[in-house]
């Protein structure tokens, strides 16, 4: 809403993922990704679920990149992408994914 590029990582157990959403920018923001809020009992805390020692680091390098790339305009920002990364079985994924017109927070005016 501040117009500041927000740079998001979350982790799970041995996944985790990355994005940059800047809506003020022209791109997607993160109500367009997920547009709907989970119920509770599907996002348990890390506490409870458990998460492997190492995936904050991998995860927190990527998004130190990726505010890297974004404060020096250099490269291609996460922008509309989701970087998943599954630990176990060393696997990157890209999902592009489209600022969506209806979104309640940054929907385009009709």
Known sequence: MAGVPLVHGAIH??????????????????????????????????AEAGVVGTLPGVIG??????????????????????????????RFESLRFPRDPDCSTCGLPS
Do not use: I, N
Not at 68 to 88: H, I, M, Q
């Open 13 to 46: 157990r041995f996944e985790g993922q990355v994005a940059v959403f800047h809506p003020g920018g022209g791109h997607p923001c993160y109500r367009c990704l997920f547009p709907e809020m989970p119920p509770p009992e599907a996002t348990p805390s890390c």
């Open 61 to 90: 390098t990527l998004q130190a990149m990726e505010a890297l790339k974004v404060v020096l305009g250099a490269g291609d920002p996460l922008f509309g992408t989701l970087l998943r990364y599954e630990a176990l079985p060393g």
